[in-house]
DNA sequence: TTTAATTAAGTAACTGGTTACGAAAATGTA
DNA sequence: TACATTTTCGTAACCAGTTACTTAATTAAA
């Protein structure tokens, strides 16, 4: 491959990380649509979220994937106006919107899954020569969970300073 | 962490590569921010690029780096605005656009350096407990490189139909 | 030598995320 | 009970990337 990234080692790990994450995007965006699926990727999380619990608010959706509210916000925005998700003001306590699937949403579910399914195989596929890196990847999103970039860089800069 | 994403396994490894990616980049930029460095996450990567290089152009970059060539006009831009790089046009070939560093960039390497030195450090500790994570993720690189997640999907959907 | 094809850079519009801010509703407290 | 605080959602502006398109310059070919 003879990628600069990869030769910069731990330098390049951050712009790789991205590029893989986007390349990834970008390749199932291209998929449903050559396809002529009417979703998008991500979309199958909170199918599954909502199909698991029947209804759930934006602030419960952005909580369990870890988004910020306003992601989740434009998500269901664009899903309603597919028509695969609808809402409702909660009676109880006004400021909450109840979403909930749509018929046409679970009509469609079946061939959605399809779809699921084999992306599932492709990352088990791409997964299938690298036994440790979901169990290796999980400790890194622990560590930066428990302090994050930041925190930890500024911490390295004080240690590193040389003590006159 | 209970993590939802987590628990979906295959499903969730996209979402969660991107998750990890994006912490990294903005804790990066909070970081230079916080400090009052009038520099961005990935410059690094074109510093070092026209330290190594002298002089290099748009295309040259976004081949080495494997970013669209848009991306890199962008981040040139930022750069020539903040003073650390500055461009002429080839005389021999017009169209091409020959990049430096400025005066200003390679007085303030110095300081930039121990920043990076640190982020650099940074990423050694969060891999410390995932000794095969680096090689493992080349392999994914090298897979989805050589066949994207789409033509592996498409394949999975051809492959995993029923066969009357 | 003229014309067609290719290459380099720039611009526009979009994407999927973010933070910051604001409004309305619910909750806690003096 | 009134007022302050917190919570929920929505909107705006931003960010770092993308694709699609355009223009200008160079190169290849008829």
Redesign the pocket.
Known sequence: MNDFLTEMEFVGLT?RL??LS??L??ST??LYKSEGLDI???WNLIFILLQENETM???????TL?????????????MKKNGHVE?R???????????TLTEKAHKQLPVFEKYWTAGRQTVMDLLADSPNFLEEFLKIEEKVNQSDYKERTLNNLKNDEPSY
Chains 1, 2 share one sequence.
């Open positions: 712009s991205k590029r986007d390349s995007l970008y965006k291209e998008e990727p991500n608010t934006i602030t419960e959706i952005s909580e870890q988004f910020s509210h306003p992601a989740v916000v434009k998500i269901i925005n664009k809402t003001t909660d009676t109880k306590d006004k400021r909450k919107q109840i979403l």
